[in-house]
Nanobody
Framework: QVQLVESGGGLVQPGGSLRLSCAAS????????MGWFRQAPGQERQFLPR????????RYSDPVKGRFTISRDNARNTVYLQMNSLKPEDTGVYYC????????????WGQGTQVTVSS
């Protein structure tokens, strides 16, 4: 069973940076796609960026393009989300998700980590 554990959230001032980590275990392989999502209070979960364990292009949503960077460390089975120039509207619970080659959507989710951008 795939398990995802996020870490690295916290309180940061506007303009600051945070790096989130997502440690994967239980069988993710090169065919998996990993994604980050955000859910703000009262809003739907929003896609941020995605990356595959193998070589391939990353993809970013417009609100975070140029500010957030997704990366992976295959040896550590960990995906990162580097977040720079944070804004108050980036506040929310950040989730890591995984999609296997046989899935039509993300089927594995972490428990989430809170990010609050406030002065």
């Amino acid at each position: 069973q795939v398990q995802l554990v996020e870490s690295g959230g916290g309180l940061v001032q506007p303009g600051g940076s945070l790096r989130l980590s997502c440690a994967a275990s239980g069988g993710t392989s090169s065919g998996f796609v990993m994604g980050w999502f955000r859910q703000a209070p009262g809003q739907e979960r929003q896609f941020l960026p995605r990356i595959s364990w193998s070589s391939g292009p990353t993809r970013y949503s417009d609100p975070v393009k140029g500010r957030f960077t997704i990366s992976r460390d295959n040896a550590r089975n960990t995906v990162y989300l580097q977040m720079n120039s944070l804004k108050p509207e980036d506040t929310g619970v950040y989730y890591c998700a995984a999609q296997s080659p046989t899935m039509s959507s993300y089927g594995y989710w972490g428990q989430g980590t809170q990010v609050t951008v406030s002065s």
